[in-house]
């Protein structure tokens, strides 16, 4: 898929979109009842997607406003097909558009902390950071087992 300007807009609920994503990516997300979870979550968070000519969602991001200052990128993906074409840039650029716009003051993810091996996720953090996300915290909020790494992005006004 070639490289081309992805207009990312904030969508209705699709968990049907969601699963089918998931399921391009079993590297990243290989666990059922986190999948089942996420596709739950489609079908009340606020979600934001990138489609292509045809109207198919490439990628998908749901968002959590836990506080008036801040918001939580809970879910980004994108069709393994579509990695690497802006899909994901494009959506996170339209959230913090959105969350600047409502008077957010902070961004937050949750990922694969960097004390677990895995190559996919170290890439994920890498994309998070090229973004403006900082790592804050690793913590054994997933277990022992899967260390989650909490970063932040601030946003200024």
């Known amino acids: 898929?070639?490289?081309?300007?992805?207009?990312?807009?904030?969508?209705?609920?699709?968990?049907e979109d969601a699963a089918r994503l998931l399921a391009t990516v079993p590297e990243w997300f290989g666990q059922p009842d986190s999948n089942a979870a996420y596709i739950r979550d489609a079908q009340t968070l606020d979600t934001w997607t990138v489609r292509n000519e045809r109207g198919e969602v490439l990628g998908l991001t749901l968002v959590s406003h836990h506080f008036q200052h801040v918001s939580e990128v809970h879910l980004t993906v994108v069709s393994k097909?579509?990695?690497?074409c802006g899909i994901g840039t494009a959506m996170l650029q339209a959230i913090e558009v959105d969350a600047r716009h409502r008077g957010v003051k902070l961004l937050e993810v949750k990922t694969l902390g960097p004390s677990h091996p895995d190559r996919g996720y170290a890439q994920t953090r890498r994309f998070y950071k090229k973004f403006g996300f900082l790592p804050l915290e690793e913590t054994d909020l997933w277990g022992a087992e899967t260390p989650c790494l909490i970063m932040v992005k601030p946003l200024t006004s």
């Open 81 to 84: 097909n579509a990695h690497g």
């Open 1 to 15: 898929m070639e490289h081309e300007k992805w207009q990312a807009n904030r969508d209705r609920n699709c968990p």
